[in-house]
């Protein structure tokens, strides 16, 4: 995957989207790349909403050892979200301004059709995150075949 798309995405906010691990050669996962690539966009725009200036927010591919499936997680280090409103973030309510503590707003329904696509490929969302200290939103997704044997 190239960096460049992502390097284009906040120019303007001084917040860093690093292909810190980036991979010799390209990984190929199985999937709608339409689909699968609105998904990555809601998940790097969140995390640039939640990381203050200067923050880091960070997409990494990390294929398994044994070449079936790769781990596809954008993490931040920004607001975080607390440990009781993870449960809800995946069902299709407005936010305000008030129900966030990063103050920022939106229709609700990002990451609601982003578990859907997910979920349609098969996967899952997976969230971990510590107020204060910012969040990581992960899925798996299966390598291609060709990858799958090592070429």
Known sequence: MSSQPLDVLCPYCQT???????PDQPILARG???KLSWVLLQL???AIKAVPKGGVA???LNPDADRRTVTVAVQDNGIGIPAERIP???QPLPQSRESTSGGFSGT?????????IVEAHESKI?????E??????????PLAAQQQHGS
């Open 32 to 34: 709608d790349a339409q």
């Open 58 to 60: 960070t997409l990494r």
């Open 126 to 130: 997976h969230v971990e995150s510590i």
């Open 108 to 116: 609700g329904l990002g990451l609601v059709m982003a578990r859907r």
């Open 88 to 90: 809800r973030l995946f």
């Open 132 to 141: 204060g200290r910012g969040s990581t939103f992960s899925f798996e997704l």
């Open 44 to 46: 790097i725009d969140n």
């Open 16 to 22: 860093p989207i690093g292909p810190n691990d980036a």
